[in-house]
């Protein structure tokens, strides 16, 4: 058990995927695994553990943004001797030419977020993905069949913002889209010397205004979810 998670020990798996809404991670579990059993339930961020063609996954929520990742993912590594933790969520494009439902592997997460520098003296504003999981997600993508682009992703501590301009950062790491959790996701590996990985389907575009709606949305998760599983299990 740790401060934030009820799960005996040997209840979480060695490979966690990390949806930011429990009850996004509870449809996953109860849809894709086999012999599920839900292991937390504190604060309802919602954990299930089951089989996924054999292999034991956790499906879990990290919440929304760096801190609520960073709390979340921090205890899987310390606590409960997670290995891999792939974060599947959703992002808003900074490139008129990304389209919704479009696939990113993030290779590289830059922040504004004094996350790093405070938990671990990280002083860079950016962290890369670790491990093999992201050229495990690339390769798998492209066996499936499944396009996915990869690359710089802007972790921002705002979703609402007055500026209608990009933001400075993501102009100049030309930053393929927008989220809030893989910065922390990454800080926390790296000081582990564990994995992760964030794998992100466009929910809306912020150049262009064009959005998926929640039904659309629930579909086009459906193929980043085969893929994270799939991914998961080649781990
Ligand atoms: N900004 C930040 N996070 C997001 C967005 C966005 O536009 N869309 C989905 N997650």
Redesign the pocket.
């Known amino acids: 058990m740790s401060i934030h998670i009820a799960a005996k020990k040997r209840e979480i798996a060695p490979v966690v995927l990390l949806a930011g809404d429990p009850l996004r991670a509870k449809f996953i579990a109860q849809n894709n695994l086999k012999k599920v059993k839900r292991v937390n339930k504190v604060r309802n961020a919602l954990y299930f553990t089951g089989t996924y063609k054999g292999k034991k996954i956790t499906v879990g929520a990290s919440g929304m943004g760096i801190p609520s990742i960073g709390i979340y993912s921090y205890e899987l590594y310390a606590e409960y001797d997670v290995e891999c933790i792939m974060r599947i ?4 494009a900074y490139l008129d030419s990304i389209n919704v439902f479009d696939c990113i592997n993030t290779d590289i997460a830059y922040s504004e977020s004094t996350y790093a520098q405070t938990a671990f003296n990280f002083s860079e504003n950016h962290i890369s993905h670790q491990g093999k999981m992201f050229d495990v997600i690339n390769t798998t993508a492209k066996n499936l069949g499944i396009p996915v682009l990869s690359g710089a992703i802007h972790s ?1 501590d705002a ?1 609402y913002r007055v500026d209608r301009e990009l933001p400075k950062m993501a102009k100049e790491y030309n930053c393929l889209a ?3 959790e893989a910065f922390a996701l990454f800080a926390n590996a790296k000081y582990f010397n564990k994995q992760a990985a964030a794998l992100l389907t466009v ?2 575009n ?1 150049v262009t205004h064009v959005q998926i709606s929640a039904k659309e949305r629930e579909k086009s998760l459906a193929v980043m979810t085969q893929l994270a599983l799939e991914s998961a299990v080649r781990l």
């Open positions: 969520g959703t992002c808003g921002g979703f927008a989220e809030m929910s809306d912020i």
